[in-house]
């Protein structure tokens, strides 16, 4: 079993930047592809980006694409998600998966997922 906590989130003007955490425990996600996820109030659980498991490649939403960068640490069991140039529209509660797929776009293909954390950007 896979434990995911992410952590990072807050509100955040538009145009400010913040840095996800998702952390692993009980086994080691080096193994593992990597996916970030989010879901804002009334809508689907959207993909958001995704990692190899080695790192060495990566996939983005055309939304966030050139905005946010992941990153993971395989030695830290870490995965992070750098969000820059927020925009309203980026709120929802964003949530980190792993899984044996890549790139796994939908939630649904990932073995593990956290809780979440809750991202506000205002206007």
């Known amino acids: 079993q896979v434990q995911l906590v992410e952590s990072g989130g807050g509100l955040v003007q538009a145009g400010g930047s913040l840095r996800l955490s998702c952390a692993a425990s009980g086994r080691a996600i080096r193994n593992y592809a990597m996916g970030w996820f989010r879901q804002a109030p009334g809508a689907d659980r959207d993909f958001v980006s995704a990692?190899?498991?080695?790192?060495?490649?990566?996939t983005y939403a055309d939304s966030v694409k050139g905005r946010f960068a992941i990153s993971r640490d395989n030695a830290k069991n870490t995965v992070w998600l750098q969000m820059n140039s927020l925009k309203p529209e980026d709120t929802a509660v964003y949530y980190c998966?792993?899984?044996?797929?890549?790139?796994?776009?939908?939630?649904?293909?990932?073995?593990?997922r956290g809780q979440g954390t809750q991202v506000t950007v205002s206007s």
């Open positions: 998966a792993a899984g044996r797929v890549f790139p796994g776009r939908i939630i649904g293909a990932y073995d593990y």
């Open positions: 990692i190899t498991s080695t790192g060495g490649s990566t």
